[in-house]
């Protein structure tokens, strides 16, 4: 648990490069004016806490750069020991994406991380869950409520008799009928929703409510082989064809006689799914099993600083013992583009990230806003002046290893290494399509502070600050802060937190999201019309 009292500091800004010519102030509560680094640099004005402060003159127009970026153009001079905040730059224009390096950065290859184990549950399709829980699919909004009522009855009355049964969710999302179901983009919000209910943390375990009328039948969510065989009580066919057919449970159906005649199907239909769960048990696994989706969220500007740089260092540690971590956010890493093709491991892996930021650039202009639209209030509150900056924080999640994939919204991972999924910056809709892709441990920074978590697995929190750390005790899991205060390093941060994420998975742990039962809906992303 955090310290219950702030630390003092002697006045300290942090900065990133040593060509930077701006540095954020790291000291709680921010710097008065007149205040005297040691170099000798005084604050002209009041900087609060995680603020730019010039460390130089800056004349009108010239280079604003941190993390040796430009991220901005002075709006008028800036003497040095000024605060420098959103409304003194003008922010540069998009990167192009032609001319950008491709594949060129070959590090030398990191000796494998070997002998590190968690205890997780196998599954038929070769996926490896860190939670074992029934997962009730609904193909429409329209069954939310029915659902709801029944899944609490499910915990009421038959989640006690089954132990190791960890949760029952309802898959709930407002996608299913009133939209253009033929349209191309459609199979984004389709696909995504088949894959979550296939996320490994669900043991094959498929159960669906449905309505009878939406436009997302059951058949076309879930058709013929997306289900893996459990026994012959799910077989549709017989022979080399044997397929899995879905466990449909619909409200339609001229069996029903009433509400609770709706109710008592899908609990009956439960029974059955939560007795083949009960029966599984962990087994030692390696860490190359894990599945991490990264994130941030009410980012600020020490998110780039101490929290993304421990996850990238994580991230390392997890991609050499032959794990699979994914980042995304594609407006988050947009300005970095050339930062992420030089390290991709082939040119049609930085191909696919260049299609898939041309296709985001394309979505964004028919909303007529470009990737500026991504910086919140809370953001620029927390020092980041615009999404330039905020990108070279968010990129370094991804630590310094080849990105060895790419995939879109909605589809499934099928490579191991360091993938990067292509998902809106929205944390709802990024963590649904992480789910989709099969995650089954989620990492999540933030400076700002948010309460987020998701039902479907585990989620890690982790705080940029140390007065947020001390302020939200038990909602936040590790403290990055120490290492602004230079309490810890990178890599101390970095460890600890693998660590942690081999006791999570393993269930000797349970993070404060899952001590308090936090959790955010699914989002899913859907840039088809409705109708």
């Not at 005297?36 to 402060?53: D, I, R, S, W, Y």
């Amino acid at each position: 648990m955090a310290d219950s009292q702030p630390k003092s500091l002697a006045p300290l800004y942090i900065t990133m490069d040593e060509h930077d010519n701006v540095g954020i102030v790291a000291n709680d509560g921010g710097l008065p004016a007149g205040t005297v680094f040691p170099c000798g640099l005084t604050l002209v004005e009041k900087v609060p806490q995680a603020h730019k402060v010039a460390l130089v003159h800056i004349p009108e127009g010239g280079e604003v750069r941190r993390y040796n970026v430009v991220i901005g153009y002075a709006l008028k001079d800036l003497p040095a020991g000024s605060w420098i905040n959103e409304r003194l730059l003008r922010m540069p224009a998009a990167r192009e994406l032609v001319g950008l390096p491709i594949a060129t950065i070959k590090p030398d290859p990191m000796p494998p991380l070997e002998g590190y184990t968690f205890e997780g549950y196998r599954n038929l399709d070769g996926s490896v869950g860190t939670r074992n829980i029934l997962a009730i699919t609904q193909t429409v909004q329209c069954v939310a409520g029915v659902t709801e009522f029944a899944v609490d009855r499910i915990k009421a009355e038959l989640l006690p008799r089954f132990p190791n049964v960890d949760d029952v969710v309802a898959l709930e999302h407002t996608y299913g009928c009133g939209v253009a179901i033929e349209a191309p983009d459609a199979i984004i919000p389709i696909r995504t929703l088949r894959n979550i209910s296939l996320n490994p943390n669900f043991g094959g375990e498929v159960m669906v409510v449905s309505l009878g009328c939406e436009k997302l039948q059951p058949e076309r969510l879930l058709p013929p082989g997306t289900i893996p065989l459990i026994d012959e009580r799910n077989v549709a066919d017989v022979g080399d064809s044997a397929t899995a057919k879905p466990d449909v449970v619909c409200l339609q159906d001229d069996a029903h006689v009433g509400f609770m005649s709706m109710v008592d199907s899908i609990m009956r239909q439960a029974e059955e799914h939560l007795q083949r769960l009960n029966a599984r048990r962990r087994e030692t696994v390696p860490a190359s099993e894990l599945v991490v989706g990264v994130q941030c969220g009410g980012s600020d500007a020490f998110s780039g600083v101490t929290a993304n740089p421990a996850v990238g260092f994580c991230t390392d540690l997890l991609v050499r013992a032959g794990a699979t971590v994914m980042f995304s956010e594609v407006t988050e890493v947009r300005d970095g583009i050339d930062q992420l093709t030089s390290r991709a491991s082939t040119p049609e892996v930085a191909e696919a990230m260049i299609r898939e930021m041309a296709w985001y650039d394309a979505y964004l202009d028919k909303g007529l806003v470009d990737r500026s639209a991504n910086t919140t209030p809370g953001n620029k509150k927390g020092g980041l002046s615009n999404i330039v900056e905020k990108a070279m924080g968010s990129i370094v999640k991804s630590g310094k290893s080849p990105i060895s994939g790419v995939i879109s919204p909605g589809e499934k991972l099928k490579q191991k290494g360091l993938i990067y999924a292509a998902t809106p910056a929205s944390d709802f809709i990024c963590g649904t399509l992480q789910l989709a892709a099969g995650m089954n441990l989620h990492v999540f920074t933030t400076g700002r502070g948010t309460p987020y978590g998701l039902a479907q697995v585990p989620v890690i929190k982790v705080a940029t600050r140390d007065d947020l750390a001390r302020r939200w005790h038990d909602l936040m899991d590790i403290n990055a802060g120490r290492i602004a205060t230079g309490e810890k390093s990178i890599a101390d941060v970095g460890w600890e937190m693998f660590q942690l994420m081999l006791d999570v998975a393993s269930g000797r742990k349970r993070t404060w999201a899952e001590h308090w039962k936090l959790h955010n809906a699914l989002v899913l992303f859907n840039p088809a019309p409705v109708t």
